[in-house]
Nanobody, 116 residues
């Protein structure tokens, strides 16, 4: 059983920074692809960033150069460092692990609000 626990969301001013954390517990077998998604009401869930292995990453065009995904294997935690935040980044962010090509696990979501 795998569980993902998210933290780090909150209210920041435009141009500010936040770091989201996603801590995993439980046994994971096989290859794990870790990612961050976001979803606003009435919208589809959008891939923000993902990481495969140590350093293979993929970002949405809207966040390239501003967001960085990283993986702390020792703590089994994935992070999303967000900088130069914009009001358009306001939404709920979800952590996701794809495990062994079979299981798809989601965190509970954390709210990010960018406003002056």
């Amino acid at each position: 059983q795998v569980q993902l626990t998210e933290s780090g969301g909150g209210l920041v001013q435009p141009g500010g920074s936040l770091r989201l954390s996603c801590a995993a517990s439980g046994n994971m077998h096989g290859i794990v692809i870790k990612g961050w998604y976001r979803q606003s009401p009435g919208q589809s869930r959008e891939l923000v960033a993902e990481i495969r292995g140590r350093s293979t990453t993929n970002y949405a065009d809207s966040v390239k150069g501003r967001f960085t995904i990283s993986d702390d294997n020792a703590q089994d935690t994935v992070y999303l460092q967000m900088s130069r935040l914009e009001p358009e980044d306001t939404t709920v962010y979800y952590c996701n692990f794809k495990i062994g090509g079979i299981w798809n696990i989601w965190g509970q979501g954390t709210q990010v609000t960018v406003s002056s």
